[in-house]
């Protein structure tokens, strides 16, 4: 193909085969994750698998397995079958693991056995940035979102979900024993055999669903906030603005510098199903405690939704002298980044900022 940009010969054989370290520039990220983690003391931050096994098939290094999770977590490959293949086609995690290829399975038991220490890798990272001067955390952001899991709603249950089933099955049950007592008077023979039969079925297998039932609402009393997940036990009923838009899932709050829009804290959570549980107002003090302390700062400032800072002090019950909740308050100026608030959030906002 004459004219065209030509690739290089497939089979074309070469005397000195290429190097990895030739294939990765000077300022890729990858190392980056590298130095970061080859830095981290390992064993002082709690990950297992720091020593050798005495018997048995080696294993792999936990930085190994770490760097191969950082850099998934900064392409947005959080699952593990997913590092798996990039471990096998990709140069530059090939050159982070040495040619390494973990499978899916030590991958997610590695994250599972070492979610705290791992949470503790992100704050080492937060602390070395605030080090080095990247990271200053004047003011920060914070919000939060909302993920569903792999958890239908209807394998959600609350002693409500489940009162209300059980009501609508006893029903069903009536209507079927009713519709029998109507095939014996008005029908014979054989038709009349086959669906009494049916029926008879269908009323079983609503038995055994009411039984099943009463197995999950025992379960639920010992469940220490009253609400049940069976394909995903953590995950929970989360309310959102919408009306009858709710789902199951969890609620992810964040802290972001605002000027380097590096994140500083985070954290997941699984609130309850009533009103007030799992919305993001209830997450506001306690996140900005946390950015506060990663910090290490004595004064800093954050910028908030202005529903979730109306929630916290309502018009006409903030005062700075005698409010408890404003001698806690984590931050010194707090803001809201919509335009243009009502007056009633500019007020609330004003005696914050004060």
């Known amino acids: ?47 297992l698998w720091t020593a050798p096994a005495r018997t048995g098939r080696p294993g792999y290094y936990p930085s190994v397995l770490l760097k191969l999770f950082i850099y998934g977590y900064l392409n947005r490959v959080p699952s593990s079958r997913a590092l798996e293949r990039e471990a096998g086609r990709n140069v530059e995690v090939m050159w982070l693991t040495r040619r390494l290829v973990p499978d899916h399975k030590t991958l997610a038991d590695f994250r599972r056995d070492n979610g705290p220490a791992i949470r503790r890798t992100c704050a080492q990272f937060v602390e070395l940035c605030r080090r080095i001067g990247v990271l200053k955390g004047d003011c920060v952001a914070i919000d939060g979102s909302k993920f569903k899991a792999d958890n239908n709603r209807d394998k959600n249950f609350t002693k409500g ?14 209507r079927y024993l009713d519709e029998m007592v109507r095939i014996d ?18 009323c079983a297998r609503i038995r055994q669903e009411i039984e099943r039932l009463v197995d999950i609402g025992q379960a639920l009393r010992e469940s220490p906030d009253s609400q049940i997940s069976l394909t995903d036990p953590d995950a929970r009923s989360m309310a959102t603005s919408a009306k009858g838009s709710g789902f199951v899932g969890y609620n992810a709050q964040s802290a972001v510098d605002t ?40 004064e800093m400032s954050a910028v908030a939704p202005s529903r979730d800072i109306a929630s916290q002090y309502p018009a006409g019950q903030w005062t700075r002298a ?28 004003r005696r914050a900022c004060m």
């Open 1 to 47: 193909m004459s004219g065209y940009i030509e690739g290089a010969d497939r089979s074309q054989m070469t005397l000195f085969p290429d190097r990895l370290e030739d294939w990765i520039d000077e300022d890729n990220a990858v190392r980056v994750i590298d130095l970061f983690v080859e830095e981290i003391d390992l064993e002082a931050i709690g990950f």
């Open 259 to 298: 000027e380097t829009h590096l994140i500083v804290t985070h954290d997941v959570i699984n609130a309850g199903h009533d009103i007030n549980a799992g919305h993001d107002r209830e997450q506001l003090s306690p996140i900005a405690k946390a950015a506060k302390a990663a910090l290490r700062r004595d």
């Open 161 to 174: 979900k489940i009162a209300s089933r059980t009501t609508h099955l006893i029903a069903s049950i009536e």
């Open 185 to 202: 008077r008005q029908e014979e023979g054989e038709v009349r055999a086959e669906k009494v039969a049916n029926l008879a079925q269908r």
């Open 322 to 349: 005698t409010s408890a909740a404003a001698k806690s308050w984590p931050v010194t100026r707090m803001a809201s980044p919509r335009p243009s608030p009502g007056p009633r959030l500019r007020a609330i906002a």
